[in-house]
């Protein structure tokens, strides 16, 4: 009977180890997401603002056949 309490513990401690490990690879993930929505969020924010320098440019420009 002491034997299988012994393993029984041995094994919650292996998948408590496993609970935290999988815990913290959660989180790590959780915050490179977050990042890199920052990072599409500028990359947006960049490509709307080049798009309105080239519209701009592109309306002040002379038609092609002057």
Do not use: C, K, N
Not at 19 to 30: G, K
Not at 48 to 54: D, F, G, H, Y
């Amino acid at each position: 009977m002491d034997q299988v309490i012994v393993d029984l513990q041995e094994r919650l401690a292996h998948q408590e180890a496993a609970i935290d490990e999988f815990t913290r690879q959660s989180l790590a993930q959780d915050e490179r997401i977050a990042a890199l929505i920052r990072r599409i969020d500028q990359l947006e924010t960049q490509l709307r603002e080049l798009s309105e320098q080239v519209g701009e440019a592109v309306e002040d420009a002379p038609p092609p056949h002057y």
